[in-house]
């Protein structure tokens, strides 16, 4: 019914730029807010950083001055520039989505996408 696409990951050299991407599509009436998750080898899956339908933004201490979460709402998509990449920022980055489905109910929906592999390595 809804669906997440996640696009932008891959391997870069310490220092270098990503650019991820993650579109919703389905029968979606409408998005609350989105964000990104991460899962570093041996650790758990952490926000990264969020934004609302309304642009109100939340990061990760850890990615603050170096990550830009951004969406395009007209598009349903949400973005994330990584800066400055860290091989500590190794991890599978996961979009995910609260939404409200189209002729469904009231009820808010969360939704993740498939993951993307992110490697920082020399």
């Known amino acids: 019914q809804v669906q997440l696409v996640e696009s932008g990951g891959g391997l870069v050299q310490p220092g270098g730029s990503l650019r991820l991407s993650c579109a919703a599509s389905g029968s979606i009436f409408s998005i609350d807010s989105m964000g990104w998750y991460s899962r570093a080898p041996g650790k758990e899956r952490e926000l990264v950083a969020e934004?609302?339908?309304?642009?109100?933004?939340n990061y990760a201490e850890s990615v603050k001055g170096r990550f830009t979460i951004s969406r395009d709402n007209a598009k349903n998509t949400v973005y994330l520039q990584m800066n400055s990449l860290k091989p500590e920022d190794t991890a599978v980055y996961y979009c995910?989505?609260?939404?409200?489905?189209?002729?469904?109910?009231?009820?808010?929906?969360?939704?993740w996408g498939q993951g993307t592999q992110v490697t920082v390595s020399s």
């Open positions: 934004i609302t339908s309304g642009g109100m933004t």
């Open positions: 995910n989505a609260w939404l409200r489905i189209r002729s469904a109910d009231w009820r808010l929906y969360n939704y």
